[in-house]
Each structure stands twice: as structure tokens, then as C-alpha cells.
């Protein structure tokens, strides 16, 4: 997998604002993301569908703990320009909402 290096994003703390908790998933099945969970631990082998990615800068985590997972865009959407993204069992990425129908991969790592 190409390692993509950090982005470093500001914590909203820094600015005086609470910092949000992350609204984790154990997942053991294939998952459809909505606005209600930000971050996904794959216990299985299993697929990710991002939400729409109308709303910019949304962040969604996901980390492959226990087998590969391929990561999908919305119908219609991409991926850094596909159609799916790959994680191999021990690595996890964050992918950010550019607002216009499309997801970026901001950070990427191997555990």
C-alpha cells in the first residue's frame, strides 16, 4: 500500500473549543457509513461505504483489525480519483470530505 504522509489539522482545543470524542464501530460486517459513527475498526474482512461526500472537511477513520478491508465511495463519488481504497489487515487511514463529491486520504499508517 502507497503510505501517504500526515496531514497535521489544528486541534479544535488549541482554539479554546472542546474537542469532540470519536463515535467508534467494532464492525465484524460489510458497513454504510452515516453521520453517527466516525471512526470503524474492521474485525473481519470486510467492506466501508463513505457517506455522500457533500459536506467539506468531514473526517471518517478507519482501521483494518483483522483482515483486509476496501474502503467505497458513495455511488457516484471517488476515492484520491477510484472507485475503492484497500487496507490490508494492520492499517488504517482517515479520509477527509472535499465537499464536492469526492474523498481524500489525509493520513495513512501500518500498526
Do not use: Q
Not at 14 to 22: D, K, N, Q, S, V
Not at 42 to 53: E, I, K, S, W
Not at 83 to 104: C, I, K, P
Amino acid at each position: 500500500m502507497k503510505t501517504i504522509a500526515p496531514l497535521v489539522i489544528a486541534s479544535l482545543a488549541l482554539a479554546g473549543c472542546a474537542t469532540p470524542a470519536a463515535r467508534p464501530l467494532f464492525a465484524s460486517a460489510d458497513v454504510l457509513l452515516s453521520g453517527n459513527r466516525d471512526v470503524v475498526v474492521a474485525r473481519a474482512a470486510l467492506a466501508v461505504t463513505l457517506p455522500a461526500a457533500a459536506k467539506s472537511g468531514r473526517l471518517f477513520t478507519v482501521r483494518a483489525a483483522g483482515g483486509d478491508v476496501k474502503v467505497l465511495a458513495a455511488a457516484g463519488e471517488r476515492i484520491e480519483g477510484k472507485d475503492a481504497f484497500e487496507l490490508e489487515d494492520g492499517e488504517m487511514a482517515t479520509f477527509m470530505a472535499d465537499g464536492s463529491g469526492g474523498w481524500v486520504i489525509i493520513s495513512s499508517s501500518d500498526l
